[in-house]
């Protein structure tokens, strides 16, 4: 039994939008109300989050205006309030939250553009890594090397969406031409990465996206392959693979040989 | 001169800004002469950009990290995979100083983004100093301790701020960051005696001290002060100071801008000033609260 623990239980409730009388029955009274003391922290909690929201999504806020954006941020942070005190790490699950908030439900291409939102930020905040030399990989014998797995760069999401999202981001930038963006021009599958210090977005073909897709999700070069024939017969294999260097997107891989393969 | 003492830089006693995200590409093309530079600890935590432009500033910078969200007053203890995270970055950075908050922001899971305040109560200070050993041995390094700003009191809060602190300090070895504008902040809405908290904290476990402006708000016709790192230095806020040099002595000392973040040399002019009354003090002058 411990009061400190029952203080911040009481806290945790009224600081994320509940029942603020476990909080207010021990405060000492006196000058200012203590629900109007209680309240500056009430208001920072809830303000310093919402604007952390808008800065990851700022689109989806001039999408849906910025009143509803902070009604759909506040109900966000009430039901899925930040994990942890690393704030850049804050929001993944926002666009998962917007599939599920009512309101929403006629603007499908809504939680893919925050999908898109959250990628590129993500991209901002990934860690640094050194692309793979192309001359290790060669060093794998070439009947070995459809078993290897590699590693993508760690900024890289890949991002599909009925939607054309990409031409609604950037019809949505500040200061962008009026333009008139049909959502249903997709389906597109992105790629969004980190370069040096710049993030970018750019569509690629469903074979390739395919192919990086499987890569990503742990597939040997051969099963990925195979993943991207199955939707193009025709799909250059080689000329793909050579892509993933040229684009410095690789940055390990693993291998093993046929003598250590059981 | 750097001083060097048991592998850790010790920082020289002059003073430095809080170091914010736009002022960064500046400071790195600028370069300008100021003593030393603290950074938020969570906001380094990543990788990136921001992280490579900190390393290159912090070859010509001393650096002090500053962390927000320990949650040093947690009655579950604190998060230990934070606690990693904050160890990798000291390990990385090899900061003059590492810092922390007396208050609390995590509860079950839960980062409440703000430096909640504590009942100041035996069974609060048992745990904070619990957290605090435990942080200090993972560290293995002395961590400073600041003093809340504060706008409500607890009814059951048995003892005075300072007091805590200056016991908290005595258990755990941990030193003090002294907030001079946070001990205003108290004493406009909680009724803390700033004066009387210098006295009462001990010489030599304060490390640091931070200075900040804050805003003055009205609400219902009561005045409040939000500690909104939003404006300069309020002038009785460095005749505080100049009594905290003449207690503690030349301390190195932190301007701190958050809100409303002006233009760096608005930063560097504060830190000129701070710079000013700690020379005035290493010269042994005593300094005269005008």
């Given at each position: 039994?411990?009061a400190l623990?029952d203080?911040?239980a009481?806290?945790?409730t ?6 603020p ?15 109007s ?13 919402s ?12 999408l ?9 941020a506040?109900a966000?942070?009430s ?7 690393c ?13 599920r ?9 809504l ?32 009947d ?12 890289v999401?890949?991002l599909t969406?009925?939607f054309?999202?990409d ?14 963006v049909?959502a ?19 569509r ?42 040229g684009d410095d ?7 093993l ?6 | 001169?750097?001083?060097r003492?048991?592998g850790?830089?010790q920082?020289?006693?002059r003073?430095?800004i ?16 100021v ?7 969570e ?17 010509d910078?001393d ?21 990693v ?5 000291v390990?990385?950075?090899e ?12 509860f079950?899971?839960a ?5 909640l ?7 609060a200070?048992?745990?904070?100093a619990r ?9 293995g ?5 600041e ?7 607890f ?6 701020e ?15 960051l002294c ?10 809405n909680?009724?803390?005696?700033a004066r ?10 304060v ?8 805003a ?22 460095w ?11 030349a ?36 300094v005269?609260a005008?």
């Amino acid at each position: 039994m411990s009061a400190l623990r029952d203080t911040q239980a009481a806290w945790r409730t009224a600081l994320l939008g509940g029942e603020p009388a476990g909080a207010l029955a021990d405060l000492v009274a006196g000058g200012l109300p203590i629900d109007s003391r209680l309240a500056i922290y009430r208001h920072h909690v809830a303000t310093s989050l919402s604007e952390l929201l808008e800065s990851v999504y700022p689109v989806v806020c001039r999408l849906v205006d910025r009143r509803f954006f902070g009604y759909a941020a506040d109900a966000f942070i009430s039901a899925c309030p930040p994990a942890g005190p690393c704030l850049f790490e804050y929001g993944a699950g926002f666009p998962d939250f917007l599939v599920r908030l009512e309101p929403c439900r006629t603007l499908a291409w809504l939680p893919d553009v925050a999908r898109l939102e959250w990628a590129m930020h993500r991209a901002w905040f990934a860690d640094d890594a050194t692309p793979l030399d192309p001359r290790l990989l060669a060093a794998i014998p070439a009947d070995e090397r459809a078993d290897a797995r590699v590693r993508l760069d760690p900024s890289v999401t890949l991002l599909t969406s009925p939607f054309a999202v990409d031409d609604i981001w950037r019809a949505n930038q500040p200061g962008a031409p009026e333009i008139l963006v049909s959502a249903d021009a997709g389906p597109v599958h992105l790629e969004i990465r980190r370069h040096g210090d710049e993030v970018f977005v750019r569509r690629l073909h469903a074979p390739a996206w395919a192919f990086r897709s499987a890569l990503r999700a742990g597939s040997t070069l051969a099963e990925a392959g195979e993943r991207a024939l199955a939707l193009d017969e025709s799909f250059d294999l080689a000329a793909t693979f050579q892509a993933l260097f040229g684009d410095d997107v690789l940055v390990a891989f693993t291998h093993l040989t046929r003598r250590e393969t059981p | 001169m750097i001083v060097r003492d048991g592998g850790v830089r010790q920082p020289r006693t002059r003073a430095g800004i809080g170091l914010r995200a736009p002022h960064v590409a500046e400071m790195l093309e600028r370069r300008p002469p100021v003593g030393w530079l603290e950074v938020h600890a969570e906001n380094y935590m990543g990788g990136g950009p921001s992280v490579r432009a900190l390393d290159a500033i912090r070859r010509d910078y001393d650096i002090a990290i500053h962390g927000v969200g320990l949650s040093l007053g947690s009655a579950d203890g604190i998060d230990g995979s934070h606690l990693v995270r904050l160890h990798r970055l000291v390990e990385r950075m090899e900061p003059t100083l590492v810092s922390e908050h007396l208050s609390w922001s995590v509860f079950e899971g839960a980062y409440l983004n703000h430096l909640l305040p504590l009942p100041l109560t035996e069974e609060a200070l048992a745990i904070t100093a619990r957290n605090v050993d435990r942080v200090q041995e993972t560290l293995g390094r002395r961590l400073l301790i600041e003093n809340p700003s504060s706008y409500l009191r607890f009814a059951h809060s048995t003892i005075p701020e300072p007091i805590f602190i200056a016991e908290l300090a005595r258990r755990t070895g941990c030193g003090i960051l002294c907030d001079v504008n946070n001990l205003y902040v108290s004493q406009a809405n909680v009724g803390l005696e700033a004066r009387r908290a210098l006295e009462l904290l001990p010489v030599d476990a304060v490390g640091e001290i931070h200075l900040a402006g804050h805003a003055v708000n009205d609400a219902d016709g009561v005045r409040v002060l939000v500690d909104d790192h939003g404006a300069p230095v309020a002038n009785a806020v460095w005749r505080l100071y100049v009594l905290a040099l003449d207690r503690f002595g030349a301390v190195p000392t932190l301007i701190e801008w958050d809100t409303n973040l002006p233009a760096l040399d608005v930063l560097l002019g504060e830190a000129a000033e701070a710079e000013r009354l700690l020379e005035r003090v290493e010269r042994g002058a005593h300094v005269c609260a005008a």
